[in-house]
């Protein structure tokens, strides 16, 4: 085990305040980009007149499991935080972790075709956890012996490749639908049960 160093100086107290506030811009946009898919997807959730109602169960259970997320990766992000303002090692390897697993639900899709406004939303909420994972860079490779270094960077990367494909993924789909025209509206009779 080893010992927390000092608290950080009066010129990084900026840098960890700015760490924070992308990360907690992160994790909310995980909530808002979750409750976009649904407002993205319309009546489709709904159910119909056959499914009786199961699409309201469908997204009880939905923000349940998101909720959950949110709140393990908030507490990952927390104690790495405090790890980071309190000098130690630890700090910035748990704090890429938790903005990677953020940075992993951005693969939901939940951008139609021509809402440039909302993917502009989506794309800021998305890049935030990118951003303080690269600030974070510098803090994660600068202190301890090389070694240990080396080895926390290979296993942040063998975690963080797959999370970050799918964040490109995801990202690119919002900037593919966005930029695509919408369908044309047609009316009909609106079905009744």
Known sequence: M?????????QHRKLWILIAGLTAV????????FDGLFV???????????MAGMGFLIVVLGTVVVLIFVGLVGGLASLGLALLWRGSLWGPGLLIA????????YAWAPVGPGQVAWAATVLVLASAPALAVLLLLPALVSH?????????????????????????GGVNADVTA???????????AAATC
Do not use: Y
């Open 144 to 168: 301890g012996r090389i070694g240990v270094r080396a080895l926390e960077l290979v296993v942040l990367g063998l975690i963080g490749l797959p999370l970050v494909w799918l964040w490109v």
């Open 2 to 10: 080893e010992a927390a160093k000092p608290g950080l100086g009066p």
């Open 178 to 188: 966005a930029s695509t025209l919408p369908p044309q509206v047609q009316h009909s």
């Open 26 to 33: 992160g994790l909310a946009g995980v909530v808002i980009d």
């Open 98 to 105: 938790s903005n990677f697993l953020a940075m992993a639900f």
């Open 40 to 50: 993205a997807a319309g009546n489709g959730f709904g159910g119909g007149c056959a």
